[in-house]
C-alpha cells in the first residue's frame, strides 16, 4: 500500500475529529504542566527576593549560586517525573491510530508499576545520549563556521568572495542544523515502538526504531517534515497547542503504517 503525506494528514485529520476532546484535555495538561514550572521558578525567586518585579514576568537580580541551583532543579525534577506521562501520551495516540478509543486514564498507564517508569526513564536517557552528542557536534560546527566567517570578514578585502561570505554561512549553518534534525528524527519512532512492546528492552527500542525510521528514508522525512513545518508556521498561522499533538499523530500514524508492514 502506496502511503504519501497526503493520506497521512487525511487520517490524521480524521483521527483528531473523532478524538478532539481527548486531544484537547491531553494538550491542556501538557500547557498547565508548562505552566505551573515557570510559576514554580518565579515563586521561587519571590521567596529568595530575586524576582525583580510583582508581576509575572521572568525579570530577576542578584541571582546567586542558590536561586540558579533551584531553578535548574525544580523543572528538572518535574521533567524527570513527566517522563512516563509522555511516553503515556504516545501510547494514547499509538492505539488511537490503529483504531483503538482509549480512556483518557491510559495516559497514566506508564505510573501504574514501578517496572513501567524505569523502563520509560532508561528508554529516553538512551534517547537523550542518542540525540546530544549530533547536537553539539553540529553546535560546535556552526560556532566554528560562525567564527571563521567573522574572521574572513575582517580580514579579506572587498569582492566576490567577499560578497559570497554572508550566504555561506547562512548555508553551512542551515544543513549542519538539517543533519542534526534529521539525525536526531530517528530515535523519533522509539516512543511509539515502546507503546506496542512495552516489554522490549530499551536498547532493542531504539533500534528497532531507527530501523523503522529507515526503511524508506526519504519517506520519512518527507512524512515528518510535513508537519514539523508546522513549528515555524506556529507563531504566527498555528497556536503550538495544536501543532505539537497534530506532529504526535501523524508519528503514530506513520510508524504504525511501517510497524505493521502496510507499506511495500
Known sequence: MDINVKHIWNRTYDLIKACWSEVLFIQSLSVGLLAFVYLLVIFAGMMLGKHASSSLLPVFTDVDIPFVIIAVLLPFILYTGAIPLHYGIRWFYWQAAGGARMPLSSIFACYTSPALMR???DLHMRRVLFDLPRILVCGVLCLGIHLAYTYAED???????????????????????????????EAKAASYIFAENPNMSAKEIMRTGRRL????????????????????????????????PLNNIIGAIYFREVYKGRIE
Open 155 to 185: 580580514n579579506m578585502q572587498p569582492g566576490f568572495l567577499y560578497d559570497m561570505l554572508l550566504p555561506l554561512d547562512i548555508f553551512l549553518i542551515t544543513v549542519m542544523v538539517l543533519v542534526c534534525i534529521l539525525s536526531c528524527a
Open 119 to 121: 523502563r520509560c526513564l
Open 213 to 244: 525510521f529507515r526503511i524508506d528514508y526519504m519517506r520519512s522525512v518527507r512524512v515528518l517534515f510535513s508537519g514539523s513545518v508546522l513549528y515555524v508556521l506556529a507563531p504566527l498561522v498555528f497556536p503550538l497547542a495544536i501543532v505539537i
